[in-house]
């Protein structure tokens, strides 16, 4: 492994490279994510050739096995939870589901700004992601006359806590595919960290929205809301299906207010009352706009069941597809000399969450299709296989960047370069827990993305864990959570949220006002890792 002069700091150093191409060419030398993962994929393959003695043959091969990842099953979860949730807009009942939220709150802008914002923008970032919530929702709390850069600064501090689970929680697959780690014992880990983040948020919320009056006179409508959005984070993420977290957590948070708001009355001063008046939409079109949701929830629990001899994981699991890499597998060995797992790949078709996305907007599709009123909520199979289509359209830098950074990951796992850089950082010992939040942090305050933060830090973390004597799952699931604060710096969620609020230009604003509240919850993150790494926390763990 010491490919440079028998030193593991010089093959960890070379091994930085790729990493260090992709940070200055995205930040310093400003070019698209996709070109800086293109840029350092290339280095990478030449630090594994030239470098760590690969042969030019086993590269390419590890950069394919990425890109047949990237796209499937990572993007797949991808393209299907946007598509499923491009249906209700198409259909209208997207408006419909926003017009519920509006409603709540006894017309309090505050409390309106906090659901839209952290329950409804919890909710797109479990469907769509990549920036969707911070752009819909910074308009809706505009629309009900917040000002602009108020409306930005909210919005990007309430897109954290659900960030982990977002898309259908693909950071987390993402992470469970490359590191080898079951994915549910990485979901079960974050929920015991991102809903700690989710406590608070609220209450953060309205301060920002309102200053101290607004938390003096409204918290404990936010405590609810948290508590019961925390609990369920923490109990979808371990002992449902942790795909369904964000969902779960954000009906139930919003839930929780609703029926909150029913018994207790706020004081609302005339400065704080929404200019968007309350609409009562009769009880059927509520029930066709949560459906689609309900729906999901539905087919992802029973392809969970575990009930006497009916375990459907089992029957899915059936079809799946596996097979050992041609041409690498064999030549890629453990320290113990034995063929690495990671030249075998493997696509659940069934149970995969893409898959399960895919039949619920079929179901959407059909029910909608089948309703009375569709002259005025249009929806047919052709409407449904056209979303489809504009929804790969739109994701085709998303898929090109994703694919990439998998391709990235994968070379420099498979050289030798990522076993370096975590043998190398564990020199840290028990420290190397607090600092492991910061890998997450930073990668996806620089690429935007906690996919591709988990792509590119989280065979490192598992590989510091098991040098320095840390639970390996622990430091991956801390990377997840670390990468969650840092959505809330990255310029490109800075940039939505300013086009978002009309006012382009803006993201330097911006990111002076929200930075603080980023590294705030970063040292916090950094402070629960280290101390459940210990005997004062380790019970958090499952």
Known sequence: MHAVGGSLAGTALLGLVPLAVFFVLLMVVRRSAFQAALGA???????????????????????????????????????????????????????????????????????????????????????????????????????????????AITVLVANTAPVAFGAMAIPVTTAGNLTGIPPEDIAAVIGRQSPLLALFVPLLLLTLVDGRRGLRQLWPVAVVVGLVFAVAQYWCSAHFAYELTDVVASLAGFAAGVLMLRRWQPRTPDDQRSQVEAERLPARRVTLAVLPYVLVIAI???????????????????????????????????PDGKPSTSAVYSLEVLANPG?????????????????????????????????????????????????????????????GQTVAIGTWLAAAGGAFAFLSPILGWLGTAVTGSDTSANALFATLQQTAGHQAGIDPTLLVGANSSGGVVGKLVSPQNLTIAATAVEEPGSERVLLRKVAKYSLAMLLVLCVLVYLQSTAVLSWMLP
């Not at 209208?92 to 017009?99: I, K, N, P």
């Not at 005025?376 to 790969?392: E, H, I, K, N, W």
Request: charged share 15%; hydrophobic share 55%.
């Open 41 to 151: 994929l290339v280095t990478a393959l030449l630090v594994g050739v030239l470098g760590m003695g690969m042969p030019v043959r086993l590269g390419l091969l590890s950069a394919s096995q990425g890109l047949l990842n990237g796209l499937f099953p990572i993007m797949l979860i991808v393209v299907a939870a946007l598509w499923f949730y491009e249906l209700t807009v198409v259909s209208g009942r997207f408006e419909d589901l926003r017009r519920c939220f509006n409603a709540v709150g006894r017309g309090d802008l505050r409390i309106q700004a906090m659901l839209i914002a952290f329950c409804f923008g919890g909710l797109l970032e479990a469907l769509a992601g990549f920036g969707a919530p911070v752009a819909i929702t910074a308009a809706m709390l505009m629309a009900l006359g917040l000002p602009k850069l108020k409306s």
């Open 300 to 334: 992802f629990a029973v392809a969970k069941i575990h009930v006497g001899g009916l375990d459907m994981p089992d029957i899915l699991s059936v079809a799946t597809l596996k097979w050992e890499w041609p041409g690498l597998y064999g030549e890629i060995l453990t």
């Open 355 to 415: 898959t399960l996305l895919i039949i619920s907007g079929i179901l959407v599709t059909l029910v909608y299709s089948l309703v009375k009123d569709r002259d005025q909520y249009p929806m047919s199979a052709a409407l449904s296989v056209r979303t489809a289509g504009r929804t790969l359209v739109t994701l085709r830098g998303a898929i090109a960047t994703v694919a990439t950074v998998l391709m990235l990951s994968y070379v420099m796992n498979q050289s």
